[in-house]
């Protein structure tokens, strides 16, 4: 069975930073293409940053330059670093493979950009 648990969310103004961690269990995430996907209020989730299983990484037109995603194969855990923070990225942020069919969600966690 597959778990993602998603933490490191919080409250920070604008032009902040914060590094959000995705701890799996039941998957890989070395082996896998893995992404990290946002949903705001009242909008439909979006996927914002990818890496396959490569390497190679793929990023939302909104977020690039300033996210950063990376994983530890050793910890089983992605990483989502988030540099130079709008409040137009205040959503909850949830780790998952990109696809149609992806695995249960987690609970997400919340970031929340004050002007």
């Known amino acids: 069975q597959v778990q993602l648990v998603e933490s490191g969310g919080g409250l920070v103004q604008a032009g902040g930073s914060l590094t959000l961690s995705c701890i799996a269990s039941?998957?890989?995430?070395?082996?896998?293409?893995m992404g990290w996907y946002r949903q705001a209020p009242g909008n439909q989730r979006e996927l914002v940053a990818s890496?396959?299983?490569?390497?190679?990484?793929n990023y939302a037109g909104s977020v690039q330059g300033r996210f950063t995603i990376s994983r530890d194969n050793g910890k089983n855990t992605l990483y989502l670093q988030m540099n130079s923070l709008k409040p137009e990225d205040t959503a909850v942020y949830y780790c998952?493979?990109?696809?149609?069919?992806?695995?249960?969600w987690g609970r997400g966690t919340q970031v929340t950009v004050s002007s």
């Open positions: 998952n493979i990109p696809g149609p069919v992806p695995f249960s």
């Open positions: 890496i396959i299983r490569g390497g190679n990484t």
């Open positions: 039941g998957i890989s995430v070395g082996t896998n293409t």
